[in-house]
Nanobody, 124 residues
Framework: QVQLVESGGGSVQAGGSLRLSCAAS????????MGWFRQPPGKEREFVAV????????YLVASVKGRFTISRDNSKNTLYLEMNNLKPEDTAKYYC?????????????????WGQGTQVTVSS
């Protein structure tokens, strides 16, 4: 069973950048498809991005394409989310997640493991 710990959240002004990290332990990191979800205040948790086990294939939700990049370093057991040109609507708690099955999905119920989240606040 893998444990996930997010870091890198904070408060920034619109147009700014943040890089989130997710450190994995207790499992074979390279055997998991990894993803990021976020939960805005008062809303449901929503899909942001996913990356395959080897790191060469990614999928991002339309609202963040061109601004966010998901990547991973399997030698460091770490997942990243580079966020540029942040907007107030990006304000949310961001969660790292892992799944065993290789299929990409936006359905949060199909992910097996979750971190505790890190808060991102973007002011206008």
């Amino acid at each position: 069973q893998v444990q996930l710990v997010e870091s890198g959240g904070g408060s920034v002004q619109a147009g700014g950048s943040l890089r989130l990290s997710c450190a994995a332990s207790g499992g074979t990191f390279g055997s998991y498809v990894m993803g990021w979800f976020r939960q805005p205040p008062g809303k449901e948790r929503e899909f942001v991005a996913v990356i395959n086990k080897g790191g060469w294939s990614t999928y991002l939700v339309a609202s963040v394409k061109g601004r966010f990049t998901i990547s991973r370093d399997n030698s460091k057991n770490t997942l990243y989310l580079e966020m540029n040109n942040l907007k107030p609507e990006d304000t949310a708690k961001y969660y790292c997640t892992a799944k065993v099955h290789p299929a990409f999905t936006e359905n949060r119920d199909e992910y097996d493991y979750w971190g505790q989240g890190t808060q991102v606040t973007v002011s206008s």
